[in-house]
C-alpha cells in the first residue's frame, strides 16, 4: 500500500507533454527552457536521452527523457528523484528498466533517505524495492555513485564508500538475499571498484594495485554464492579500467562480451592495452604504446576503436587512431589524432567514429580514409543511429544547457533540447 501513491504520482508526471508552453510538475511552473541538465544518458538504442533535471535555483526536479527524433522532453519521475542507472538485458541494448533514487516520502514530501526504485523507459511500471541507500546530502556507508545492475535486472552490487567491502542485493520479486563481500584492496583505493558483469551473471571486482607495492587483480564474484575467484594477477602493472566510467557507456555495461579493457601501467614509458577474457582469464594484448587511450566498440561488441601513440620520434604530441576486428584480429589505421585526444565513441554498425579533441569533434570514416567531418565544440553523448550523434553544449556534462543531433554525413545539425 505504502507504494502506490509513489507509482500514481509517477505515471501522473509521465503522461504529461511538455512542448513550447511550461507545465506544472506537482504545482511547480517548469519551463523546458530553463532546465539544465546534469550527466546526461543515452539509452542502448540511441532513442532517449535520460538525464537529471535542475531548474535556474538548482532544485532537482526528478529524471527528463529528452527523445532523440525530436519529440517534446517529458519529467520521468517526480521531484526528488535521481541518477538515472540502465539495465540492459542480455546486453541487448534495450533499456529494459531504469533504476534510481528517490527521496520522496509516501506523501511526496522530501524524506531524509535515499531509496532505490526503478521505472521502464516509457514510464510504466514504476516500483520501488524496499532498499535504503543512505542519507540524502550526507554520507552513507555505501557510495550512491558506484554503484552497477546486472544486465538481467536480478542483483544490484554496491561499493563502500570508504572500505573495500562489496554489497550485493538481490532484486528479485520476494528474495531477500543480501550480501557483503570483503575484498582485497590495492594501496591506492581510488583506483578499485567494480568493473562490470560477465555473461554468466557474476561481477567483476577489480584492485588496481600498484608496482612493488601490492599486486593488481581481476575478482569474478558470483553473487548467488558469494564464491570470489580471481581471473587475473600481476604484481607488476596497475591496473585502470576503461568503460565503467566512459560518458558513452552505461554504467552496466563495462565489459566487451567477456572481454575487459584494461590499461596495464608498468615502470615502462608506455602502457598496454589489454582485453582480459573474465571467464578463461585469456589476456590479449590490443596495443603496447598506449597512454591512457580513449576506446569504445560497436553494438554487436565486435570492433574495438583506440588511441596509440604513434611510432615516430618526430611527431610526440601525436597518436594514431586504431580500430581492430576482435572476430578477425584485423587491424586498420584510421588517421592521425592530436596526443590530448579526449573521448572516442564508435557508431553502431563500426563505419565510422567520432573523436572529441580540444579543438572540437571530427568524425572519421573507418572503411577508407578521408577527410574527418568537423563538429563544433561540445561534448558527445552517443549515437542515435549510424548516421545521427547526439552532442551536448559546454566543455563538460556537469551542466547541460542544450541537446543537438548531427548528421555525420554532411555535419548539418538540429536541436534536440529544448
Not at 256 to 275: A, C, K, Q, Y
Not at 316 to 343: F, W
Request: glycine fraction near 10%.
Amino acid at each position: 500500500i505504502a507504494q502506490r501513491p509513489l507509482v500514481l504520482v509517477a505515471l501522473l508526471v509521465t503522461t504529461a507533454t511538455v512542448g513550447a508552453v511550461p507545465m506544472v510538475v506537482r504545482g511547480m511552473h517548469v519551463d523546458p527552457e530553463n532546465l539544465v541538465l546534469t550527466v546526461p544518458r543515452l539509452c542502448g538504442d540511441g532513442s532517449v536521452v535520460f538525464a537529471d533535471a535542475r531548474d535556474p535555483g538548482d532544485e532537482i526536479l526528478g529524471i527528463w527523457a529528452i527523445p532523440t527524433d525530436g519529440r517534446p522532453a517529458h519529467p520521468l519521475t517526480p521531484k526528488m528523484t535521481s541518477v538515472p542507472l540502465f539495465s540492459t538485458d542480455n546486453r541487448a541494448y534495450d533499456g529494459e528498466r531504469i533504476f534510481y533514487y528517490s527521496a520522496r516520502t509516501v506523501f511526496g514530501f522530501r524524506g531524509d533517505r535515499h531509496q532505490l526504485r526503478s521505472v521502464r523507459p516509457d514510464g510504466s511500471d514504476d516500483r520501488g524495492f524496499g532498499i535504503d541507500m543512505g542519507l540524502v546530502g550526507g554520507l552513507s556507508e555505501y557510495n550512491p555513485g558506484a554503484h552497477s545492475v546486472s544486465p538481467d535486472g536480478d542483483w544490484l552490487a554496491l561499493e563502500h564508500s570508504s572500505l573495500p567491502k562489496l554489497k550485493l542485493i538481490s532484486l528479485r520479486g520476494g528474495d531477500d538475499v543480501q550480501r557483503v563481500i570483503d575484498l582485497p584492496s590495492s594501496p591506492d583505493y581510488t583506483t578499485d571498484g567494480l568493473a562490470g558483469w560477465a555473461s554468466n551473471g557474476e561481477t567483476i571486482y577489480l584492485v588496481g594495485g600498484e608496482p612493488g607495492v601490492a599486486g593488481a587483480s581481476v575478482l569474478l564474484i558470483d553473487p548467488e554464492s558469494g564464491n570470489v575467484t580471481k581471473i587475473y594477477d600481476d604484481s607488476t602493472v596497475r591496473l585502470v579500467p576503461l568503460l565503467r566510467h566512459s560518458p558513452t557507456h552505461s554504467q552496466s555495461d563495462g565489459l566487451i562480451g567477456n572481454g575487459l579493457p584494461l590499461i596495464e601501467i608498468g615502470t615502462d614509458e608506455f602502457s598496454r592495452l589489454v582485453l582480459v577474457d573474465v571467464l578463461t582469464g585469456k589476456r590479449h594484448i590490443l596495443s603496447d604504446r598506449t597512454r591512457y587511450p580513449g576506446l569504445t566498440h560497436d553494438r554487436r561488441e565486435r570492433f574495438v576503436a583506440f588511441s596509440e601513440f604513434a611510432d615516430d620520434e618526430r611527431l610526440p604530441e601525436r597518436s594514431r587512431l586504431m580500430v581492430i576486428d576482435l572476430k578477425t584480429g584485423v587491424s586498420n589505421i584510421i588517421g592521425d589524432l592530436d596526443a590530448r585526444m579526449v573521448q572516442l565513441s564508435l557508431s553502431p554498425d563500426a563505419a565510422r567514429i567520432a573523436v572529441m579533441e580540444l579543438g572540437g569533434i571530427r568524425v572519421f570514416d573507418t572503411s577508407h580514409a578521408s577527410e574527418p567531418i568537423q563538429i563544433q565544440r561540445g561534448v558527445m553523448i552517443g549515437w542515435r543511429d549510424r548516421h545521427h550523434l547526439v552532442v551536448s553544449s559546454g566543455i563538460n556534462l556537469t551542466t547541460v544547457d542544450s541537446l543537438d543531433l548531427y548528421d555525420v554525413r554532411d555535419g548539418t545539425s538540429r536541436r534536440i533540447f529544448p
